[in-house]
Structures are given as structure tokens and as C-alpha cells.
């Protein structure tokens, strides 16, 4: 059966509009591609982990060629296959697919819904399950793109955003990389009256509008494919599930768009992998660590903006467990 893989291991300032609001056009460079490498069962944890560090929008597993292998089917962003061959090294060979091969909808038919935070229940249309008193269903088609709901760095995300909106209803979320647009809606849904949501990946952003839509709050949420780069504004919660390199690489448009006293929430990093993502963060801004949450192999770092300068702390205060965070340290 194909899966979704894991790997191994309220401000008050409302943002600008966003300097885009465009229809994304074609990506420049290579287009994305979709890849395969077969790898040994008992590598597939492995060989996935080293596959979403180079960048990857989805990583799926598939009975391989052989008894005992796997095939790992993932989208590789534009330019991304020599990163992806990287990250690999000697030991395994990233090979393209043609996309009609790549079985991504394979998943479909086994789709279920998927709980996060408290009371999050994310459902796929065509599979709702029952809903407890009390609980948040949300349903979410991710199409081509990436965010049904159930991997555990899109839970991650949703536990802080859940936990933040407990605390206030923040004014405006911004969801950097939003694949099929889960945590914006999520936001929507829980009141927040403006949601911008953008990808790079074309494919994602038909997908967010259209769940956008399919959930009721199409008004509300503002998906385009405009470069974090060219975003303005300040948002009070940033959420960037966007995996480790990209993290880096947009460290300082992360912090730039953070208001003060704002919820910075970065996801997608390997357990053992989230100092360097730290790091940059605090070169970047004004940050402070409130929270590492890890869940499944993966962690997310929640970070509050200071209202003034001064460097990171990576010492997260000690807080009580919450239902998805599994490691507190
Ligand atoms: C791991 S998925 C997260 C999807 C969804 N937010 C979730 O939490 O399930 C990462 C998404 O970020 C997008 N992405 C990667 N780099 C990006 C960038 N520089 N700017 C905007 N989106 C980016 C990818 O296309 C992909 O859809």
C-alpha cells in the first residue's frame, strides 16, 4: 500500500497586502519532476529523511522491484534533482519518472482522516469519518500537491496554530509553502480573518484555492504563487513547513515577515537537524525559541519575535506535553 513517508528520525499588527496576489506563473529553470530510488525495507526511513533534507514536496512508499525493497516516489521541485543526488550520495540512484508513473494517487483509496492538536480532524472528501463533540473537521483534497493532513510535520503546524489560536484569535496567518493549503484553511476555520497562502508549486496553489472554497472561506484566504521575497507585511503567526533547506534558505524572509510578538512556526526538519535552522533564524531577526515539538522522526521550532533586537535563545522554556509534541527538551 503506498504511504505518505516520514523520515527517521497573538501580535496585533495587521500585514500589508501581499505585494503579489498574482496568478503564479510557470516557474523559471527546469520544471518539476517527479523521482524513484529503490532502496533495501529496512533503508526506507533512512534514504526518506535524506530525500526531504534535498528539498522534496512528497515522499511516498511503494513495494519495490525486489522482496525486501521499497520504491520511494517523490516531487522535486525545479532544479532540485541534483540536490536530491546529493543528498543521496554513492549509495542509492535517484532516477526521474514520468509523472503518469509516479502513482500518486495511489494513496486515495486508503486515505483516512487524520487527527492533529486537540480537537483538528482533517478529512479527505471522498473518506469523511465521524467527528466527536467538540472537534474541527476540515476537508482537505490535496490534488497534486502536498498536505492531506496526516504527515507529522503538517500536525506539528497544526498543534501550534490550534494552541496559538486558543490563546487569541490572531488577525492575519501567513502559510509559507502551502501545499494543498491545510494549515490556511485550518486557520480560517478557526477564525482567523485573513489567511495569505503561497507555494512555489503551481499545482499547490490550484489545490488551496480550491480547499479553500470547499471549506467555506474563499474570502478569506489569499493563496498565490508570489516569492516569499516579494511578500510585505507582518504577519502575527508565520508557518513555514518547508523542510530544512528552504528554511535556510528563507531564514530572513521568515524573520522579516514575524511581527513583533508574533508565532514563528517552522516545520519539516529531521529531529537531529533543527540547530542549524535555529541558527539562522537568530542571525536572521529578533527571535526567541518558545517551543521545540517533535513528532514521528520530525521537529518544529516555534519562535516568538521580540519586540526589540537581540539574539535567539535556543533554550525553549519548559512548558507542559501537548498531544502531538513528544519531546520537550
Ligand atoms: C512539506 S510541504 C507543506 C505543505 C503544507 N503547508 C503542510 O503543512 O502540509 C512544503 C511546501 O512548500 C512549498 N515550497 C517549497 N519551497 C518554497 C518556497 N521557497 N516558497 C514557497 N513555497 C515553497 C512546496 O512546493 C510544498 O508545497
Known amino acids: 500500500m503506498p504511504a505518505l513517508m516520514s523520515p527517521p528520525a497573538g501580535g496585533s499588527e495587521v500585514p500589508d497586502p501581499p505585494s503579489g ?69 554513492r549509495r542509492w540512484v535517484a532516477e526521474p519518472v514520468a509523472v503518469a508513473d509516479a502513482g500518486f494517487d495511489g494513496w486515495r483509496p486508503f486515505a483516512s482522516a487524520a487527527r492533529a492538536g486537540r480537537r483538528l480532524v482533517i478529512q479527505p472528501p471522498w473518506a469523511p469519518s465521524p467527528v466527536g463533540p467538540g472537534e474541527l473537521a476540515v476537508e482537505i483534497d490535496p490534488g497534486r500537491s502536498f498536505g492531506h493532513g496526516s504527515h507529522p510535520t503538517t500536525r ?42 503561497v507555494d512555489v508549486d503551481p499545482a499547490a496553489v490550484v489545490a488551496a484555492r480550491a480547499n479553500a472554497v470547499r471549506n467555506g472561506v474563499r474570502a478569506r484566504v489569499d493563496v498565490s504563487g508570489t516569492p516569499l521575497a516579494e511578500l510585505a507585511g507582518r504577519f502575527p503567526v508565520v508557518l513555514a513547513n518547508l523542510g530544512e ?11 522579516r515577515l514575524s511581527a513583533p510578538r508574533g508565532l514563528l512556526v517552522v516545520s519539516g526538519l529531521l529531529t537531529g537537524r533543527w540547530r542549524q535552522v535555529a541558527g539562522a533564524l537568530a542571525d536572521a531577526g529578533p527571535l526567541t525559541m518558545e517551543d521545540r515539538t517533535e513528532l514521528e522522526g520530525w521537529a518544529a521550532l516555534a519562535l516568538r519575535r521580540r519586540r526589540f533586537g537581540g539574539r535567539l535563545s535556543v533554550r525553549p522554556r519548559p512548558r507542559p506535553p501537548a498531544p502531538a509534541a513528544t519531546d520537550w527538551r
Open 245 to 255: 533547506r528552504a528554511l535556510l534558505d528563507h531564514a530572513a524572509d521568515l524573520a
Open 156 to 197: 506539528l503546524c497544526l498543534a501550534a496554530l490550534e494552541a496559538e489560536t486558543d490563546r487569541a484569535v490572531p488577525r492575519a496567518v501567513l502559510d509559507a509553502g502551502c501545499g494543498s493549503g491545510v494549515l490556511a484553511v485550518v486557520a480560517a476555520r478557526l477564525g482567523v480573518r485573513r489567511v495569505v497562502a
Open 21 to 89: 496576489g498574482r496568478s503564479p506563473g510557470p516557474p523559471e529553470g527546469p520544471p518539476p519532476g517527479v523521482a524513484q530510488v529503490v532502496v533495501a525495507a529496512t533503508d526506507a526511513d533512512l534514504a526518506s529523511g535524506l530525500l526531504w533534507s534535498a528539498g522534496v514536496q512528497a515522499v511516498v512508499e511503494e513495494a519495490g522491484p525486489e522482496p525486501g525493497t521499497v520504491r520511494l516516489v517523490c516531487g522535486v521541485p525545479g532544479g532540485g534533482m541534483a540536490a536530491v543526488r546529493a543528498a543521496l550520495g
